[in-house]
């Protein structure tokens, strides 16, 4: 058994116009259906999509103000945050310093 098929050159040449007809019938069709539906859909959406971008928008407004102040206000409370521990660091130094002396000073009982 042979499965080995020669092509001819009658049957390599190019299609006819009624083949490309009968290959390209079925997207004018389709296109002919989904046109309208498309254009329909498209039609109904715009109403929905103009009442959730007006709902949205103040939520984004809303959005960016909060982000705005907050990088307005980061460098401030990062300076109070960093002036205060220094203060804090040196308030323990100085009562670290002060307990060794008050405790030095003191006898048993809490008298001098």
Same mark, same amino acid.
């Given at each position: 058994m042979n499965t080995i098929q020669h092509i001819s050159a /009658? $049957?390599?040449s190019e299609p006819s116009f009624g083949d490309e007809v009968t290959e390209f019938l079925p997207w004018v069709a !389709?296109? @002919?259906v989904l046109a309208p539906i498309t254009l329909l859909s498209l039609m109904l959406w715009a109403p929905f999509l103009l009442v959730f971008a007006l @709902? /949205? !928008?103040?939520? @984004?407004l809303a959005g960016m103000l909060g982000l705005g102040a907050a990088l307005l206000a980061l460098p401030f409370l990062l300076i109070r945050h @960093?002036? $205060?521990a220094v203060a804090e660091r040196r308030r323990s130094a100085e009562r670290s310093i002060a307990i060794p002396a008050s405790i030095a000073h003191t006898t048993f009982g809490g008298q001098q």
């Open positions: /009658a $049957e390599a !389709a296109i @002919v @709902v /949205a !928008a103040p939520f @984004v @960093v002036h $205060e």
